[in-house]
C-alpha cells in the first residue's frame, strides 16, 4: 500500500551447511610371520560449513510523503510532515496534522477562538484561552454548577433576618399601640358627642358643662385623632416598603 514501484534485488546469504568427511585412523594388525605391523583405515563422518548463495528479496519505494512503520516490508504505512505538529497533533497525511479539539492550521499552530462563535453556551462572559475557553459572570453573580450558567449572590442569612424581620415586627407592634388608642380617642369622642345628639347633660368629668368648652373638647379629640391615623398610614407604607424589599 502506497507504494509507487516494485522491484527485486539480490543479496548474499550464508548459511551453514552438512557434509561427510572422511577420517584415517591408524591401526595394528598381524602381518605374516606373526609380526605385528601398523596401517591405516578410512572412517567417514558427519561435518559442518559455512557456505553462501544469492538471494532474491522484493523491494517496495514508498510514494513521496510515505516511510514504512512497524517493520511492513510492503506497506508504506506513516505519514511524513515536513513541519513538525504541534500542541498534541499528529500527521495523518503527508503535509497535513490533524489537531486536538481547540487547535487548527497545517502544523496546529493557530488557537481556536471558541468566544467568537455562539457555541461557547456562556451565560454572561467567554473567556478564550490556549486550546480552550472558560465562562465568568458580571459583578453580584457567580457560576452556577456547569461552570456556564450565572446566578446572584446570596446575602448572609443573619443579617438579612435581622435587617428584614426585626424591624417589620417592630412597627407591627407600634401599629397595633396606635389603633388601640385611636379607638379608645373614638369611643371618648362618641360620649363628649353625645349631648349634641341627644341633648342629655351626661358629659365627661373633665368637660366643662356649658356647649362650647364640650365643642372645643370634640375638636381637641378630633385633632388627635387625624394626627394618629396619619401615623398609622405612615407605618403601613414603610412596612409595605419591607415587604417589597424582602420579595426582591
Not at 504505512?77 to 503535509?95: D, I, K, S, V, Y
Not at 489537531?99 to 456562556?122: F, I, L, N
Amino acid at each position: 500500500r502506497r507504494v509507487c514501484a516494485t522491484a527485486a534485488e539480490s543479496r548474499v546469504a550464508a548459511y551453514t551447511e552438512s557434509h561427510i568427511q572422511p577420517v584415517y585412523q591408524p591401526y595394528l594388525t598381524t602381518c605374516p610371520g606373526q609380526r605385528l605391523c601398523s596401517t591405516y583405515r578410512t572412517i567417514y563422518k558427519v561435518a559442518y560449513r559455512q557456505a553462501y548463495r544469492q538471494l532474491s528479496q522484493p523491494v517496495a519505494p514508498c510514494c513521496p510523503g510515505w516511510s514504512r512503520a512497524n517493520n511492513h516490508l510492503l506497506s508504506c504505512n506513516r505519514a511524513l510532515c515536513w513541519e513538525p505538529c504541534q500542541n498534541g497533533g499528529t500527521c495523518a497525511f503527508p503535509g497535513r496534522c490533524s489537531c486536538p479539539p481547540g487547535w487548527t492550521g497545517q502544523a496546529c499552530q493557530t488557537d481556536v477562538d471558541e468566544c467568537a462563535s455562539q457555541s461557547h453556551g456562556c451565560h454572561h462572559l467567554c473567556v478564550n484561552t490556549a486550546g480552550s475557553y472558560h465562562c465568568a459572570c458580571r459583578d453580584g453573580f457567580t457560576l452556577a454548577a456547569g461552570d456556564k450558567m450565572c446566578q446572584p449572590l446570596v446575602p448572609a442569612p443573619e443579617s438579612e433576618t435581622f435587617s428584614q424581620a426585626g424591624p417589620s415586627s417592630e412597627m407591627k407592634e407600634e401599629m397595633e399601640e396606635l389603633r388601640s388608642r385611636v379607638e379608645a380617642l373614638e369611643q371618648k369622642l362618641q360620649l363628649v358627642l353625645a349631648p349634641f345628639h341627644n341633648l342629655m347633660p351626661s358629659a365627661p368629668e373633665d368637660v366643662g358643662s356649658d356647649p362650647i368648652s364640650r365643642l372645643s373638647h370634640s375638636l381637641q379629640q378630633l385633632d388627635r385623632i387625624e394626627s394618629l391615623s396619619e401615623q398609622i398610614s405612615f407605618l403601613e407604607e414603610r412596612l409595605e416598603t419591607c415587604k417589597c424589599l424582602k420579595k426582591k
